[in-house]
């Protein structure tokens, strides 16, 4: 009953920016944490970014100092601000988030990803 939807991906050049957004829909749910995870092509899936609730955040280390991941509650919304973009960020970036739906246990809830590619 959760639905993630990503957008704002794209093609952009070295040291360019990109603005990722994420809003969860459904009935009955709430969410926990949310984030960022990406994976690309023969890596395994990791994470990027997370946010509680209540803002507390963690990044990777490979991108701190240039990521910012932020949300926006009353839209249930979670969004990844990319800034000096590399190459080596070209990924299929996930959004995430830890959700209860109608009183069941929290789990994890996956979109369907959108594309971010860095090249010259």
């Known amino acids: 009953q959760v639905q993630l939807v990503e957008s704002g991906g794209g093609s952009v050049q070295p040291g360019g920016s990109l603005r990722l957004s994420c809003a969860a829909s459904?009935?009955?749910?709430?969410?926990?944490?949310m984030g960022w995870y990406r994976q690309a092509p023969g890596k395994e899936r990791e994470l990027v970014a997370r946010?509680?609730?209540?803002?507390?955040?963690n990044y990777a280390d490979s991108v701190k100092g240039r990521f910012a991941i932020s949300r926006d509650n009353a839209k249930n919304s979670v969004y990844l601000q990319m800034n000096s973009l590399k190459p080596e960020d070209t990924a299929v970036y996930y959004c995430?988030?830890?959700?209860?739906?109608?009183?069941?246990?929290?789990?994890?809830?996956w979109g369907q990803g959108t594309q971010v590619t860095v090249s010259s």
């Open positions: 459904g009935s009955s749910f709430i969410i926990s944490a």
């Open positions: 995430h988030a830890v959700a209860a739906v109608a009183g069941r246990q929290f789990d994890d809830h």
């Open positions: 946010i509680t609730r209540v803002g507390f955040t």
